[in-house]
């Protein structure tokens, strides 16, 4: 579990609940609820917009050798559509009628679609970046550097047509891991997301309390030190560290 990486996903979709045109439809990588195995939105309105966010591939190059805690550069992805009921043809098996059937799913872009969804890839930038937004300067408190922006579109798999979805990606270089409560910043993005977390209450602050389970309280400096750069306790014992326990037999005693 990567606690930057959640952290990540859940300030961001905080950050833009509300201040796009999707409207409070921004979900924390549930694509399963929004998209079934064809590709089919699995919503029930006539017609819905929708962002996703939700973190993929990620890599880690340790400074030190033993290390598990180093920062991890990652894509963050905001993936933003149209809904609609779709009407296909269908064919009775029985009789071979044709006859009308409704499904939802993303349509086909059109001209006013591709507006809708240049904003809202205007607006999801323009959010994440807002100086005023406690919520976006939380976001943006998670990670050192942005390497790349790509701005990436869905097509229909069965036909080539470009459909009304589009995706950004964001590169980007996450802070360190946190590993104890103790030695973070009252006023960092990590302790302020886990407070607003707990104000929401609910499932939110059931995930605030999951994270805080994670990062243990009142350990010693050594302790620290061995953790964070990945230290047996003889390696700590040869830095002078801390002394190395000896449970060979006292031979002097034995005499």
Known sequence: MS???????????LALKGRTQAGDTVLDSELGTV???????LLDSDKKRFIVVYTDDGRTVPEEAKALHE???????????????????ERDPDTGEEFDAVAPGIPFTSRS?????????FQILKVLRDPDS???????????SIEKIERRR???????ERVAAQQIVL??????????LDILDKECGFIRLLNVLDELGGDDQTIAELIRNQLPSGLTDDEKTQE??????????????HEIQDDSPDLAGAE
């Open 3 to 13: 606690l930057m990486r959640i952290a990540l996903r859940t300030a961001a979709v």
């Open 35 to 41: 998209v079934d195995v064809d590709g089919r939105l």
């Open 71 to 89: 920062a991890e550069k990652v894509e963050l992805k905001f993936e933003y559509g149209i809904a609609a009921n779709l009407t296909f043809k």
């Open 113 to 121: 679609a591709e507006l809708y969804l240049d904003l809202v890839g």
């Open 134 to 144: 406690e919520l976006s300067d939380i976001f943006r408190d998670f990670y050192t």
């Open 154 to 160: 869905r097509g229909s798999e069965r036909t080539g």
């Open 171 to 180: 590169t980007l270089n996450l802070e360190e891991e946190p590993q104890s």
């Open 228 to 241: 964070l750069l990945g230290l047996t306790d003889a390696a700590l014992g040869a830095l002078g560290l």
